[in-house]
Nanobody
Framework: VQLQASGGGLVQAGDSLRLSCAGS????????IGWFRQAPGKEREFVAA????????YYADSVKGRFTISRDNAKNEVYLQINSLEPEDTAVYYC?????????????????WGQGTQVTVSS
């Protein structure tokens, strides 16, 4: 499956964004989809994921209450709604697909990655 992330941009602190991850070339519904981010000089970190099996959602502690992940299998898309953006959220955001349905907060469980979309939050 190929993934395409979009929806990033330059915003101010407190604003909201909705990132989209569009899938193609495979059966989207059999993949768990995760969002990860990487800030300059830092390692890629887990942000959120949604299981293909039961749509269980996983979130990093740092984003709970502000980020919401959802999926629409009919459209082959997964969304990441980000509210109350903070400068610390500035990073390239990547979506990825995994054949696992649990423990999907781990980078190594993902085999397919999109190209990333830049989110920049000014204070």
């Amino acid at each position: 499956v190929q993934l395409q992330a979009s929806g990033g941009g330059l915003v101010q602190a407190g604003d909201s964004l909705r990132l989209s991850c569009a899938g193609s070339g495979g059966t989207f519904s059999i993949y768990s989809i995760g969002w990860f981010r990487q800030a300059p000089g830092k390692e890629r970190e887990f942000v959120a994921a949604i299981s293909y099996r039961d749509r269980r959602r996983y979130y990093a502690d740092s984003v709970k209450g502000r980020f919401t992940i959802s999926r629409d299998n009919a459209k082959n898309e997964v969304y990441l709604q980000i509210n109350s953006l903070e400068p610390e959220d500035t990073a390239v955001y990547y979506c990825a697909a995994s054949g696992y349905y649990n423990g999907i907060d781990i980078v190594r469980k993902y085999d397919h990655w999109g190209q990333g979309t830049q989110v920049t939050v000014s204070s």
